[in-house]
């Protein structure tokens, strides 16, 4: 299986800040990766795919980038509704898998 | 609008099976992949497997000898029955719909504990 590795687990920032969340694949996914926000008490929702194509509907302060074995997702401009835990997933090979996690609160 | 609605028990008993559906509105399940995905106490996220628009399956190996996933197209719903749990199967199960990458429609998720 491919290991996904996200950093920070969890973050801590104030409104208007830029943030920046990890992951590591433990092997080459060629830019097959996804990002999703979940909301305490909603469910997922998806944000990037394809390491750096915007979701239709999600703020362009959201971006992401990457390849290989290392992906980042931005936040630009900190707002209180990103208040989210943050989460990767990789579709380069089965079975799929996701990272641990990104709390990300506001100071 | 697309629309995914989970339901089943959410207390289930040890060895015995644990049976959800997912109720889809605003598309069919003849097109896309449709999967389950949970999400255990502590965050970790584990993709279960999915059932593609022809009905072919694909599983989490780590699953393959508990799960099983299927579809009625009649009434726009598929189906999760995973046999023999324990309580390493209390999670919020979610279905949602694929392209057979990432998942662009979730449900709101039904939280299931396994216990006596």
């Known amino acids: 299986d491919i290991r996904m590795t996200q950093s920070p687990a969890s973050l801590s920032a104030s409104l208007g800040e830029t943030v920046n969340i990890e992951c590591l694949a433990s092997?080459?996914?060629?830019?097959?990766l996804a990002w999703y926000q979940q909301k305490p008490g909603k469910s997922p929702q998806l944000l990037i795919y394809?390491?750096?194509s915007l979701q239709n509907g999600v703020p362009s302060r959201f971006s992401g980038s990457g390849s290989g074995t290392q992906y980042s997702l931005k936040i630009n401009s900190l707002q209180s509704e990103d208040v989210a835990t943050y989460f990767c997933?990789?579709?380069?090979?089965?079975?799929?898998?996701f990272g641990s996690g990104t709390k990300l609160e506001i100071k | 609008e697309v629309q995914l609605q989970e339901s089943g028990p959410g207390l289930v008993k040890p060895s015995q099976s644990l049976s959800l559906t997912c109720s889809v509105t605003?598309?069919?399940?003849?097109?896309?992949?449709w999967g389950w995905i949970r999400k255990f106490p502590g965050n970790k996220m584990e993709w279960m497997g999915y059932?593609?628009?022809?009905?072919?399956?694909s599983y989490n190996p780590s699953l393959k000898s508990r799960i099983s996933i299927t579809r009625d197209t009649s009434k726009n719903q598929f189906f999760l029955q995973l046999n023999s749990v324990t309580t390493e199967d209390t999670a919020t199960y979610y279905c949602?719909?694929?392209?057979?990458?990432?998942?662009?429609?979730w449900g709101q998720g039904v939280m299931v504990t396994v216990s006596s």
């Open positions: 605003g598309y069919s399940i003849t097109s896309n992949y």
């Open positions: 949602a719909r694929s392209s057979s990458t990432d998942f662009d429609y």
């Open positions: 059932i593609s628009y022809s009905g072919s399956t």
């Open positions: 997933q990789q579709y380069n090979n089965y079975p799929l898998t």
């Open positions: 394809n390491a750096n």
């Open positions: 092997e080459d996914i060629y830019s097959d």
